[in-house]
């Protein structure tokens, strides 16, 4: 490419001149190409260490004038092609011109001009493209796609010089981070080492640093350890990785691939070797963590941050921290963690008459944030609310139970007793309201409340009945998405009714266990809203749809909550504060789990041991966790720590869970078997009370486990809450979030490999291939739907993809990716005829005909080529070459094909609809079974389905249909392209010939015999009678004559187009057998038949070894007497000929070499090892000496 020209002093200095003239010089790089010695692995190392451009590009044009020691670069390349096309034009375009020049001066300034010119040109073509990476960064992309082989679609994000520990040696090179993959080359000396690694494939991810390894990243793969070290920036290098590890589970967990973010604000100037998908992923970093920080909407992207002091009129400081800066909102941070935090949302607001201050224009809110101390539930209010409960004046839709959507249920179905009759409980209960009311007061109340320690101190105290569902509200930013979404409820609730769905189905069987010993949920109006919220969400939100234990916790949130209120409090749960805990695998419940484990490990060493022996934490924390404790302990109890939950976070949960089995760690201790201890954790949870509460105790399920002699403890919540805050406050929310990465990787690759073994066992045990090959098998087949993803193409696959499906059925690949893996894997290599076999194999293995097959129907196809005896692999072979494995554009003649077998043959009707499925009412039933999973997968189906499939396997040679001549002449080619490359290629030449004008000859037998007895109706004879019989016989001439030496159309091998070429149809015939061509009827005589069967063979086709591409596309091989086909624009067709598959398995049995070639075993696992270095699948390390070549 052109190069901006830079001046070089020293032109000779590790470059060889090859081409100069009196301006020009053409260099190459030393140690590039043949040869070098030492000097190029002295250079190739230096380029790698010091990331020099001639890696990528190896030659150079510069520009120089006789009398001036500096040299200018006007060009380079990285082949000698493109460098040469740069050199030629120079000659062709400058010399003559500036020959003219007297002044070198002017040479140098009109050669600087001319390329700046030149670059102006193509440049001014991109420039619409927007964003551009700096020009460092877009060579470094270009080094990768070189050194790696990645495609176009693979981008690079950073790279790093760092070195890699290949054993007790570092080698010294760059890191390449892309989105899909880790790269690594280094090149020192001629030592090679070149490292690839699929995201999607680490297991383990940590920044550590050992006596050996000093300060280095440890990468973790099923299959090997990998670790590098002495990074200039080792926290942003492991910060990288850690996001792109993120990206790629989240892909494997919900197939969503990277977006690359086009709403990012661009750059005026770009920043210096930092690429655009580097600033994307920090400035997703620092999204996340914003919106975590202050629990606001998903959608909520950070402007801008910027260090401030806040002004706090409660205690008369300046508290320094952070002002976050985002479209809807203003928020503040303190430095210190509890000192203070603020959100003020910019939306545009009516003036709010409050005494605490004015709420104006969206100016005034951020000008004096401090005045404002109660507008947010009041500025929507129609009417004015009692302080109490400023939430209720939300208006929503109307149903018949109106009650529910003004009014948390508890309301409804709590006797209103004054606070005077309940004596002290009254009493604290008024307090802690008159409490928050002082609290309010002085902090503000609403979204802008101040957020302070004392703010938690009153939270762990607990929260006041009448104040729990505002304050819940107002903690986990549910409140800020209700009012930025007014009326999106209603319309979900209205969208959602009568729509049936398996999530709706699920509904319906849970909805009479949530909480049933509340009489709010013992009869129909509790029962009823809690259906419209659930069913709105698994509208809202298909992929989580509803899980187990949604029901506990949205019944819970409307006691407190109207159905508007719950239904948000509901989004925030799922998908901001519990992340992927109520998908259809419960991830998020399954990595905080292991995140507990760890926790044990680190606080109670001495529990966690025995805990792991006795499997009680599995157990235990699912249900503590995805109930947050509702389902466990008693109602009263287990909704102060809900309060705590939803002021802290999932740290709260943690530190509870720490605390429970701290409590009880002498008894666990002393527990032989996991019943035992549950029995001692459920006992202990059930005796968790909540003296202050105010609500007449609810019977708790888990009575029936306080059974015993001695009577239970009864242990006071709020003592509890104090003793996990005591003993465990260390943790933080940024310490769980990093713990959390960790425990994804581990959860999500276990779920795979699960997923893994599933699919294995799925595949029937007569398939041939080993469990270890499955396996291996599976990966190859999954790292291909994968890319589908990755790169782009075949956007359907990844579209369909449904992690609610049965594993058998997530991966599923299209027809070109399945072309791909047949390629590389399949022992019948047919050269360029290989790619037609694959389309035919699918078409074969497609049975739905969705155009997707899945791993079973894979394994299928290549079960029948690796395994089974010669007539099992023939067989298959036979079935490419019938309808539907080929398709109407391959054939010739598909017309006469189709009526072939419609006309010809009733008994033979069926067999070919038993060959795709078996029988047309299963067809039926699975299209239905399609259809039906569209919308709720059921999976006795699939269990039927496959049952019926091995059913239909059984089927002897004689169901196989028979073969018409255009469909044989297919075979013919097929199996000339397979032997092209076999090392006994001539003998199987010549054994094919024979056999081939054998079967030629059997076929021309039958007809003859089936002639007598079924006639076609569309018979050539009624198209002859008009033109008598010159026709067939200049046909006959002109099947003489052998094929024109320059004819495209002899030589071709490979696809057949319908119709394309049906005039250049040459036929070749035996010698003599013309005679009766006019008769398509006639019947031969036992003599004519026995001279028919012992003429020799070789006398249909040339004599010897017939070569592949002796058989064209167009050629039709006709033995003995030909009938006289239907006229096709001057070819002909024989639409009579046919042959069975017995006949064709006895020809080939006759020829040894043909047997031994289909019963030579093939190891398929070389052909898997090979297919993963293609895919990247893992990781693949080269040492290897590479004298003279630099990389």
């Known amino acids: 490419m052109w190069l901006s020209p830079e001046e070089v002093l020293v032109a000779n200095a590790l470059w060889v001149t090859e081409r100069a003239n009196p301006f020009f010089v053409l260099q190459r790089r030393r140690g590039h190409g043949k040869g070098g010695g030492l000097t190029g692995l002295l250079v190739g190392t230096l380029d790698v260490v010091l990331d020099s451009s001639a890696r990528v590009a190896p030659y150079r044009i510069l520009h120089q004038t006789q009398d001036s020691q500096i040299y200018w670069t006007v060009a380079s390349g990285s082949s000698r092609k493109e460098i040469t096309k740069h050199w030629e034009w120079l000659e062709n375009n400058l010399l003559q011109t500036l020959s003219i020049f007297d002044s070198e001066e002017d040479i140098t300034t009109f050669v600087k001009g001319k390329i700046h010119g030149i670059i102006a040109e193509e440049n001014k073509n991109l420039q619409p493209q927007g964003d551009e990476d700096p020009g460092k960064f877009k ?518 869970a720490l605390a429970i089995l701290d409590a009880n760690m002498e008894q666990l201790l002393g527990c032989s078997d996991e019943g035992e201890a549950m029995t001692v954790l459920g006992r202990y949870l059930d005796n968790v009370v909540n003296k202050q509460s105010v609500s007449p105790p609810i019977p708790h399920l888990h009575a029936l486990l306080t059974s015993g002699d001695d009577p239970p403890v009864e242990v006071d919540i709020f003592e509890l809450l104090k003793v996990s805050y005591e003993k465990f406050s260390s943790l933080r929310a940024e310490d769980i979030e990093q713990m959390r990465f960790k425990q994804r990787l581990k959860v999500i690759q276990s779920l795979e490999d699960t997923a893994k073994r599933s699919v294995v066992r799925a595949i029937p045990v007569d398939i041939g291939f080993s469990i270890e090959e499955l396996e291996d098998l599976y990966m190859v087949f999954k790292a291909k739907h994968l890319a589908s993803q990755y790169w782009g193409y075949s956007r359907m696959v990844a579209s369909r993809r449904d992690p609610s499906l049965p594993y058998l059925e997530q991966y599923r690949i299209d027809a070109s990716q399945f072309q791909e893996l047949f390629a590389s894997l399949t022992p019948w290599a047919c050269g360029s005829h290989t790619p037609v076999l694959a389309g035919r194999m699918f078409r074969l293995l497609d049975k739905n005909k969705d155009l997707l097959i899945n791993f079973k129907e894979f394994v299928m196809g290549m079960s029948g080529m690796y395994h089974g005896d010669l007539t099992e692999k023939l067989k298959v072979l036979y079935k490419l070459h019938l309808p539907p494995a080929l398709s109407p554009e391959e054939a010739e003649s598909a017309l006469e094909a189709a009526h072939y077998f419609t006309e010809n043959s009733s008994s033979e009707e069926a067999v070919p609809q038993e060959e795709q499925e078996g029988s047309g009412s299963e067809d039926v039933q699975e299209k239905r079974g399609e259809e039906k999973g569209t919308s709720s997968p059921d999976y006795r189906h699939y269990l039927r389905m496959w049952a019926k499939e091995k059913e239909v396997q059984k089927e002897t040679i004689k169901d196989l249909p028979k073969m018409n001549q255009e469909q044989f002449i297919e075979l013919c080619k097929t199996l000339y392209n397979m032997f092209s490359e076999d090392p006994m290629e001539q003998d199987l030449y010549h054994a094919i010939a024979t056999v081939a004008s054998l079967l030629l000859r059997i076929g021309e037998v039958g007809k003859k015999f089936s002639a007598r007895t079924v006639r076609k109706p569309r018979d050539c004879a009624t198209e002859e009678d008009e033109p008598p019989a010159p026709e067939p016989h200049q046909d006959t001439a002109r099947e003489h004559q052998p094929p024109a030496a320059g004819d495209p159309q002899a030589k071709a091998g490979g696809h057949m187009h319908l119709g394309k070429v049906p005039h250049e149809s040459q036929v070749v015939v035996e010698a003599g057998s013309g005679e009766g061509e006019g008769s398509p009827s006639q019947p031969l005589s036992d003599d004519e038949t026995k001279d028919d069967m012992s003429m020799s063979s070789y006398s249909v086709v040339s004599t010897g070894s017939l070569q592949c591409e002796d058989l064209a596309d167009d050629t039709v091989l006709v033995g003995g007497e030909a009938c006289s086909p239907t006229v096709r624009t001057g070819g002909t067709v024989d639409t009579d000929w046919c042959i069975s598959f017995e006949q064709i398995l006895a020809s080939i049995l006759t020829e040894s070499v043909l047997v031994n070639f289909f019963e030579k075993r093939v190891d398929i696992a070389l052909k898997i090892k090979d297919q993963k270095k293609v895919e990247r699948q893992f990781s693949t390390a080269s040492d290897h000496e590479q004298p003279g070549v630099s990389g």
């Open 139 to 656: 060579e470094a992309e270009l080094k990768m796609r070189k050194q790696f082989g990645m495609p176009e679609g693979e981008k690079l994000v950073n790279y790093y010089s760092c070195s890699y520990w290949k054993g007790r040696v570092p080698r010294q090179g760059w890191l390449y981070l892309t989105v899909n993959h880790l790269c690594f080359y280094s090149f020192l000396l001629g030592k090679e080492v070149n490292l690839v690694v699929q995201w999607v494939d680490i297991t383990h991810l940590e920044k550590n640093a050992t006596l050996l390894f000093p300060e280095s990243i440890h990468v973790e793969t099923r299959d090997q350890e990998l670790f590098f070290s002495m990074f200039l920036n080792i926290g942003e290098t492991f910060k990288l990785m850690e996001q792109l590890a993120n990206l790629a589970m989240r892909q494997l967990l919900d197939s969503e691939g990277f977006l690359e973010d086009k709403a990012l604000p661009r750059p005026i100037r770009p920043h210096r070797n930092i690429s655009a998908l580097k600033r994307d992923l920090d400035a997703r970093a620092k999204n996340e963590c914003y919106r975590a920080t202050f629990r606001l909407p998903r959608d909520e992207r950070l402007d801008g941050h910027t260090s401030c002091t806040l002004w706090t009129p409660f205690n008369k400081l300046h508290i320094p921290g952070q002002m976050f800066i985002s479209n809807n909102y203003i928020c503040f941070a303190s430095k210190e963690e509890d000192a203070c935090h603020l959100i003020i949302p910019l939306r545009e607001k009516t003036p709010s008459k409050q005494p605490g201050g004015i709420v104006g224009s969206r100016k005034a809110s951020v000008v004096d944030p401090s005045t404002e101390s109660s507008p947010a539930p009041q500025e929507v209010s129609e009417q004015p609310a009692s302080p109490a409960s400023p939430l209720n004046s939300h208006q929503s839709f109307c149903v018949q139970e109106v009650p529910t959507a003004s009014q948390g249920l508890l309301k409804l179905f709590q006797k209103n007793s004054p606070m005077e009759d309940l004596g002290a409980k009254g009493a604290k209960e008024k307090m802690k309201e008159e409490s928050w009311h002082i609290h309010f007061f002085e902090y503000g109340r609403g979204v802008c409340m101040y957020r302070t320690a004392k703010t938690r101190a009153l939270v762990l105290k607990g929260i006041p009945e009448s104040l729990r569902g505002e304050l819940w509200l107002l903690f986990s930013g549910a409140w800020n998405e209700m009012e930025t979404h007014p009326g999106y409820y209603t319309e979900l609730v209205e969208k959602s009714t009568g729509k049936y769905s398996l999530a709706t189905e699920e509904i319906e069987r849970d909805l009479h266990r949530s909480m049933p010993e509340h009489p709010a949920f013992q009869n129909e109006l509790g029962i009823a809203a809690l259906r419209r919220v659930l069913t709105a969400y698994a509208f809202r939100n298909p992929t989580i749809g509803y899980c187990q234990a949604m029901n506990i916790v949205t019944s819970v949130l409307l006691l407190y909550g109207s159905e508007e209120e719950a239904f948000w409090l509901l989004v925030a749960l799922c998908e901001r504060m519990l992340p992927d805990y109520y998908n259809t695998r419960v991830v998020g419940a399954l990595v905080d789990q292991g995140i507990f484990e760890e926790l044990t490990r680190d606080f109670l060493p001495q529990l966690s041991e025995k805990m792991q022996d006795l499997g009680v934490i599995s157990s235990i924390s699912l249900s503590w966790f995805l109930t947050l404790f509702l389902s466990v302990m008693p109602f009263e109890s287990a909704v102060v720590i809900v309060d705590c939950f939803f002021y802290e976070g999932i740290k709260v949960i943690l530190q509870v």
